[in-house]
């Protein structure tokens, strides 16, 4: 089964994708990016992240059956 670690940083997201010990994928996306990217600007930032993280998994063939999620202390 794969499983997905998500790091929602100040900076920069990181999303991973294991089998077992094994990586499978890695991509890391800055913040900035999702701020300006094609979303209108009345989109609210979080509906922003989800669309973005979403298309960036599509894009990536990411489809796990798990997600283990990591928030900064900040966000916390």
Not at 7 to 26: N, Q
Not at 66 to 76: R, T
């Amino acid at each position: 089964m794969n499983t997905l670690g998500v790091y929602l940083g100040p900076e920069i997201i990181s999303v991973v994708e294991t089998k077992g010990k094994k990586l499978i994928r890695s991509i890391q996306i800055p913040r900035r990016e999702i701020a300006t990217g094609d979303l209108e600007e009345k989109v609210p930032e979080d509906v922003k992240m989800v669309t973005f993280l979403g298309n960036e998994m599509q894009k990536h063939q990411i489809s796990p059956q798990q997600v283990n999620l990591a928030l900064s202390g900040k966000d916390l």
